[in-house]
């Protein structure tokens, strides 16, 4: 579940850079890459979490 986490750190800002591009040029390819790792960040502190409350359990 952590690796899950940090490849996505690398994945999602890609993906949504290439989306954004696709959709919007360049400047949509900023606002995908950032809207990407937004959602990198979150998914890798909820598998964190999910880590320490499964260790204390």
């Given at each position: 579940?952590?690796?899950?986490?940090c490849l996505?750190?690398?994945?999602?800002?890609?993906?949504?850079?290439?989306?954004?591009?696709?959709?919007?040029?360049?400047?949509?390819?900023?606002?995908?890459?950032?809207?990407?790792?937004?959602?990198?960040?979150?998914?890798?502190?909820?598998?964190?979490?999910?880590?320490?409350k499964?260790?204390?359990?």
């Amino acid at each position: 579940m952590i690796a899950a986490g940090c490849l996505s750190l690398v994945v999602l800002p890609l993906i949504g850079m290439a989306a954004g591009g696709w959709l919007a040029g360049s400047g949509g390819a900023a606002w995908g890459a950032g809207i990407g790792f937004a959602l990198a960040l979150a998914l890798c502190g909820l598998s964190g979490l999910a880590l320490v409350k499964a260790r204390r359990g």
